[in-house]
């Protein structure tokens, strides 16, 4: 379908609007994070409300900017698009429609006394700005026959994952409760040991809710004589899959689990007839977590996040937000943990 020259942009609340999945289905641009059910997680998880500035021609979308709006006595109020989202870029098709959508954002923003609106993506459309934050991604094509995409595998991956299964490890693609319940005590965990505290439980109970439990992802076990010793949260939705969560009990990290999860996750996405796995964000110093992502075969890019401050009327590079580590929550136990997790989570969408 041709781009409309002139189109009205509306603000929607996805969660209310009836059939807005089935709407983000006429735009190949669409993902999961653009979803009712993402949308749900965040909104019943962190009291954030949804402001979806939103363009339909003739049945289908042409435009959407998502934005969730953040009220926090710490961090201010503010627009978010989308918090604890790695990747949620703006959809137009072109220019125009962008900055009509933006620019009702920003209407709204004003209006609302918000400090920022902050946009995880979009530098199709932003190219001229300058960025708050840059980060690498990596996309693995599914669109080949396992063997290829076995042989694409880096040879120390390889290796890793022949020792897995000679350990005897097992992976299990589960959508039950209890497999989700397990991954948190494994987030735990590996929260702490990279110096943050682990997201509020309701968090993920309610991706299981409404993500996990209908057919929209899986949590994936590696079992060790039947103890879950690794984890990951994958979410799929239409033609494409993202690698969202993982976490492990370092005890048992010499027994490679994570890279035979990862390919039991890629081997069931070509079997699903998927086309591409995305393996989420990375910052750019950390050269560990790209060399695994790209040990897959996968493509590395550059993803751009841009913050307009709203009294100033423009973007500025100030990056705000957490650090990636504090010493502190190495030393709290986990009970202590989890209860500043489920205090500050929200303030930083």
């Known amino acids: 379908m041709m781009a409309p020259t002139h189109f009205d942009s509306q603000i929607i609340n996805p969660i209310e609007y009836k059939g807005w999945d089935e709407l983000l289905l006429t735009n190949p641009d669409a993902t999961i994070f653009h979803t009712s059910a993402w949308s749900k997680v965040l909104s019943d998880t962190y009291r954030y409300r949804p402001l979806y500035f939103t363009s339909i021609y003739e049945g289908q979308l042409v435009g959407l900017f998502p934005v969730m709006e ?35 954002a920003i209407e709204h923003a004003k209006k ?12 199709k459309r932003l190219n001229r700005q300058v960025p708050s934050g840059v980060y690498a991604v990596h996309r693995l094509d599914l669109r080949k026959r ?18 897995a299964r000679q350990e005897g490890l097992q992976v299990i693609l ?29 968090f993920f109970r309610n991706i299981f809710k409404n993500i996990i439990s209908r057919e929209k992802g899986f949590v994936a076990l590696a079992l ?9 949260v994958f979410f799929h939705w239409n033609d494409s899959a993202i690698f969202k969560y993982g976490a492990s009990d370092r005890k048992f990290l010499h027994l490679r689990p994570n890279n035979l999860i990862m390919w039991e996750a890629i081997r069931c996405y070509v079997e699903k007839g998927l086309k591409v ?73």
Request: hydrophobic share 30%; charged share 25%; glycine share 8%.
């Open 70 to 104: 953040v009220k926090s006595i710490l961090t201010g109020r503010r627009g978010v698009s989308l918090p604890f989202t790695d990747e949620c870029h703006p959809i137009a098709g072109n220019q125009n429609q962008f900055e009509l959508l933006f620019g009702r």
């Open 112 to 123: 609302a006394d918000w400090k920022y609106v902050e946009l995880k993506g979009g530098q």
């Open 146 to 163: 396992i063997e290829e995409l076995f042989n694409n595998v880096k040879g120390n991956v390889k290796r890793n994952i022949k020792r």
């Open 174 to 202: 589960s959508e039950t409760r209890e497999s989700m319940e397990a991954f948190c005590r494994l987030n735990c965990m590996t929260r702490r040991w990279h110096g943050l505290p682990p997201q509020p439980i309701l």
């Open 224 to 232: 060790h004589r039947m103890r879950p010793v690794a984890g990951a």
């Open 277 to 349: 796995l995305n393996f989420g964000r990375s910052e750019t110093d950390n050269f560990g977590l790209i060399q695994f992502k790209k040990s897959w075969g996968a493509d590395q890019k550059y993803l751009n996040y841009y913050k307009y401050d709203v009294k100033k009327d423009r973007y500025i590079s100030t990056r705000t937000g957490p650090k990636s580590s504090y010493m502190l929550f190495r030393h709290l136990p986990i009970p202590l943990l989890r209860l500043t997790g489920n205090l500050l989570y929200r303030h930083v969408g």
